[in-house]
C-alpha cells in the first residue's frame, strides 16, 4: 500500500468541485484508493464524489490518501502530483464572497421604526435591485405515488439509468452553451455527482435489492447524503445539500414527467398578478432556490433574489454573485410577509430587503445606486487602463491561467496580459500526449483571444511524480527535488520538440512568450535554446509556417536562479518569480504541511532580501521581472511588491480588480521605504504589523479635492446630505466603507444636531474606515431643516472625517482652522456664492493653508 | 471685562474650535478681553495660566463634556453652557454675563 499524507489546501474545504477533480484524478488506476480524514476520522472512496464531500474536510484537515492494488505506484506518483499541482488550484476562479459578508447591525435613522418594512437578512449578493415581487411557490421535496409496494425491480432499475442518462445529457449541454465559467462549472459538479459510483450504486442496490421504486431509492439515498452534509462542520459543506436537491429533482422530473424546475413553476404566482405586466422587471422570492432553477430564471428581467436561509458559498449565491445579481437571505418569518406583487428594494450591501415604497427610503437607495454606478464606472475604467501607480509608475497586470477555457475569462477581468498559462492540463490523464496540431490549436486560440497582448507559455512542468504512460520518470524519494521540469528535457527532446514547435506555429497568431520551469543552471537555458532552434528548423524543413523569433523567459522558482539572474540574463529575454516554489524551496518548507503552516511567510524579512536582489539584477541586466505567485495577487502585499519594482505582477483573474484599484492609490516612492525597512526588520511578524501600519495608514493626501465637492446637491435631509457626503469620500478613496463612516457621524449626530444655525451643518466622524482625515462640501439647491421643525435652514453642509488613530497630527490643526474661519460671515458667503466647484476648492485651500 | 474660557465637545474636531472662535470674536465686538482654552482632538491648546485664571472676572465653559483640571477654576464664578449655545448665540451668552 502507498499512503500520502497532506494538508487539505483549499478554503472552501472538499466540496463538489475539488471532489470531481479528485474522483477523475483516480479514475485511470485500478487501484484502490481510500481518502481518510485524520480530523475526524472518517473515510471515503476517492471515486465517488459525494463520499468525498462527505468526508467533511475542511481547510488544514490532515489528510491521508491509501492506494491499494496492483498499479499502486504509478497511481501514488500521479496522484501525489495531482494533491501538489491541481488540487491546489481547484477553486482559483471562484467569486470570492469577502464582499458580501456585512451584517445589517447598524441601521441609519432613515430606516429606523420600520419594523414592517425594512426586513433585515444576510448579504449574498451585492449590490442593489429594485422592482415588484415574484413570489416562487416551494415545491414538495419529492413526487408522491410511487413510494407503495414492492416493485418490479429490472424495470425499476431500467427507468432510474433513463432518467441519468437524460439528466446527464441536459446537464451537459447546458454546461456547453453556459457562457458563464460559475455556470459551467457547477453544471459540471453536477454531472460528477449523479455518475458517482457511491450515489448511483447505492441507489441501484436499493431498487434490485429491496425492489424499492426508483424514486423511493433516489430519495432515500439524497436523504441520507443530505444528512451527512447538513451536520457538516463547514457551513460550504452544509449547503452542498441544496445541490442534492436539486439533482433528485431533476431526476423525480425525468422518471414521473415532472415540468422542468424554475422555468415556470406550476401555480398561481405566474406573472398574472396585480399591477405587473408579463415580462415586467421583478425581484424573485423564493425559500429554496436551487442553483438550476436560477439558471432557468429570465436573467434580462430578474432585479434581485430573496432567499430563504442559504449560505453566502451555497452554489445559489456563487451563481447570483457570478451573474451580478443582488441577493439577500431572510430567516422564514420575514419571507412569509413579502406578498406577491409588492414594491421591494433588494440591498445586497446591508444584507436587508425594503418593502413598499416610502419617499425617503427611495430617495436613500437612489443615492446608494449611484455612488454604486459611478464605483462600477470607476473599476470599468481601470479596466480598460494601464495599471499605474498614483506618481505615474507601469505595472502590467496579467492573469494565470490553466486551459484556454479561461482565456475570456482573464480579459474580462482587465488582464493586460497572459503571465502564466500553465500547459500541465493538456498532458495529464490520458494515455497518449497531445500531438503537435493539438497543443497547436490550443496555443493559437490563446495567440488570438489576446488580440496582440502578451501570453507567455511556460513549457512542461511534470515531475519524476507524475507517471504518464507516455512519459516514465523514476520514482524518487524526494521527487520535489528530483527529476522534474526543465530536468527531464535533455531525455525527452521529442515530447518537449512538439510543444515548441506548436508554440513557434501559434506564434505567429499573436505575441506569444515562452516560460521553462525549475531552472537551476545556466546548461539547462542552453538546452532549451538548442531544442528550440531543432524546433525552428524542423518547421522550416517542413514547410510549416512559424514564428522565427520568440521571447524565452525563466520561471525563478529555486534560489539558485533567484541568486543568478545577471548571469541567466544572458541567455533568457525575461524573468518571473513563482513565489509559491520559491519561497517552499528558500525556507525548506513544505507548503502543504499542516505543521509548518506559519513558517510559510512570504514576509519573512531573509525572502523579501532574495527578491530584493533578484530585482536589482534584473534591472541591471535591463530584463524585465514578473512575479506570477500567490503573493502578487493579495492587495496587502502590494506595498512590497511595488517596492521591490517588479515590471508585471500575474494572478487569477478575480483578484485583477482589486489590485488595480490598490496600485492606483500608491505611492511608489512610500513602497520603495517601506521595502528598505522591511529588508532590517527581524522577523515577518515585524514585517507583517509595519506593513499593517502602512496600509492602514494609507496615504497622505491633501485634505480636500475638488472630487470632494458638488454644489448642485438635491438631498432634502440630513439623512440624504450624510449619506451622500460619506459617498462622495468613499468614491474619492478617502473612506474604505462609507456605511461605516455614516455610523460614526449619525452617533455623533444623536449626541448634538450639528447645525451651527448659520445657514451652515458640519457633521463629523472620527472611525478605522477613514484612510486620510478629509473634508467633503455640499450646496444644496434648496435649504433644508436639519433637525426638528424649529431648526433654522441649512444651505451647505461640510463634512469631515478623521481615522480613528489620529492624534494631534497636521491635518487636525488644518481643519480646527477650517472650523473657526466658519464663524465668519464673509468666508461662510463666500461658499455659498462662488460660482463653480473650483472657486470653492481655492477658497477652502486657502483657508487651509493659511498659518 | 476680563474672562477666560475653555470649550470642549465630543469628539474635538470642529465644535471646541468653532466655540472658541465665536467666542473670541463677540467678546471683542463687546469690548471684552477674553482668552479662551480649546481641549479638542490635538489635546488642550492655549492653555489657561495660573495668571490668566487669578486676573480673570468670570470662567465660561462650552462643553458637552467634562472641563479638564476643572478645580482650576474652584475660586471663580462659573458660567457653564453647551457648546452649541455659544456658537449658535454668543451675544445672549455675554449679556447674561451683566447679570
Known sequence: MIAIDFAFPLANGLHARPASLMQEACLPFTASCRFCNLRNGRHANARSVLELVASDTAAHDPCRLEIRGVDETKAGRSLSAFLREVLPHADDDLPPPAAATIQAAWLPPVFRNRADSVLPGRALSSGIGMARALVLQKKSAAPRGFAAGKKDAEKELRLFQDACREAEAEWRSQAAAAKNASAAAIMKAHLAMISDPGFRERIAGLISGKKMAAGTAISKTTATFTRTLRCSASAYLRERAGDLDDIADRLYEKLYRRPTPGSPRPGPSQPAHKGQRPGSPHVVVADGLTPSELLALDRRRLRGLVLGEVGLTSHTAILARAFAISAVALPAAALKKISEGEELTVDGQRGLVCRGSKPALKRYYRLETRKLRLHAARLADLKERPAQTRDGLRVEIAANIGGSEELAGAWRSGAEAIGLFRTETLFLERDTAPDEDEQFAAYRQAAISAKGRPVIIRTLDIGGDKPLPYLILPQEANPFLGYRAVRFYAEQPELVKSQLRAILRAARHGNLKIMVPMVSAMEEVHLLRRLLAEAGAELRERKIPHADNIEVGIMVETPAAALFVDQLSREADFFSVGSNDLLQYFLAVDRGSARLGELYDPLHPAFLRLLFQAAGQARKAKRWLGICGEMAANPEYLPLIIGLGFDELSMAAPAIPAVKERIARLDSGACRALLNQALFCASAKEVARMLGEFNGRGETMEVIAAELIRLDSLSRSADEAIKELCDLLELGGRVRNAHELEEAVWKREETSATDLGLGFALPHGKAATVRTSSVAFLRLRRPMRWGGKNSAPVQAVLMIAIPATAKGEEHLKLIARLSRRLMHEDFREELLSLRDTNGVLAALRQCLRES | ?99
Open chain 2, 1 to 99: 471685562m476680563k474672562i477666560v474660557a475653555v470649550t470642549a465637545c465630543p469628539t474635538g474636531i470642529a465644535h471646541t474650535y468653532m466655540a472658541a472662535e465665536q467666542l473670541e470674536k463677540t467678546a471683542r465686538q463687546l469690548g471684552h478681553q477674553i482668552k479662551v482654552e480649546t481641549q479638542g482632538a490635538m489635546g488642550i491648546e492655549n492653555e489657561l495660566s495660573r495668571e490668566d485664571i487669578n486676573t480673570a472676572e468670570l470662567v465660561i465653559f462650552a462643553a458637552d463634556i467634562a472641563v479638564q483640571n476643572r478645580e482650576r477654576f474652584a475660586n471663580l464664578k462659573i458660567l457653564e453652557v453647551a457648546v452649541q449655545d455659544a456658537i449658535k448665540n454668543p451675544a445672549a451668552l455675554f449679556s447674561r454675563l451683566a447679570e
